[in-house]
């Protein structure tokens, strides 16, 4: 048996795939990528009833029946430079500022509390503005605002 499957690349309605009623999300990925050469496995996040979707997971576990729609969002990756240190944040262009920073926190452990990201001098990001709307895009580079570093190099004054 099979199941049909419609899929939405970036909000754009794609094909119905049809794939064995044992697929993995993964095996969903494999079969958009040869659907849309531009469409790489790792550059894939789908995402259903709201949830996004791990690759080892059946679809039928995620309760993926007969003409279900899959989202898929193209992910690319931002360079975030820091002071001697740069980082890769993986995002699509739906998503925030405020998301690179808690990718940052996520993946490298830093303190997001009191840091700015800037796209040049003086050029600070707003954290609820999507990316996008900062022509943020596939190997764009973000920094971190300096006085984020000056102010994480003081040391804490001792007890009195």
């Known amino acids: ?3 049909r499957i419609r899929v939405d690349v970036d ?5 119905p795939i049809e794939l064995p009623n044992d697929a993995t999300v993964k095996d969903l990925k494999e079969a958009v990528n040869d659907m849309f050469e531009s469409c790489p496995v790792e550059n894939q996040e789908m995402a259903f009833n709201g949830r996004v979707l791990q690759d080892t997971t059946k679809l039928a576990t995620c309760r993926v029946i007969n003409n279900s729609e899959i989202s898929i969002r193209i992910l ?18 739906n998503s925030y500022v405020g998301d690179l920073k808690q ?9 997001i509390t009191n840091m700015r990201l800037q796209m040049g001098p ?4 707003r954290d609820d503005t999507l ?30």
Do not use: C, Q
């Open 103 to 111: 990718k940052l926190s996520e993946d490298y452990g830093l303190d």
């Open 122 to 125: 003086e050029s600070y990001l």
């Open 76 to 93: 690319f990756t931002v360079v975030i430079v820091g002071k001697n240190r740069r980082y890769e944040v993986r995002a699509h262009e």
């Open 1 to 3: 048996m099979t199941i």
């Open 11 to 15: 909000g754009t309605p794609g094909s």
């Open 131 to 160: 990316l996008w709307a900062n022509r943020i895009s596939s190997g764009t580079r973000v920094h971190i605002a300096e006085e984020y570093f000056a102010a994480s190099d003081v040391p804490d004054k001792p007890d009195e």
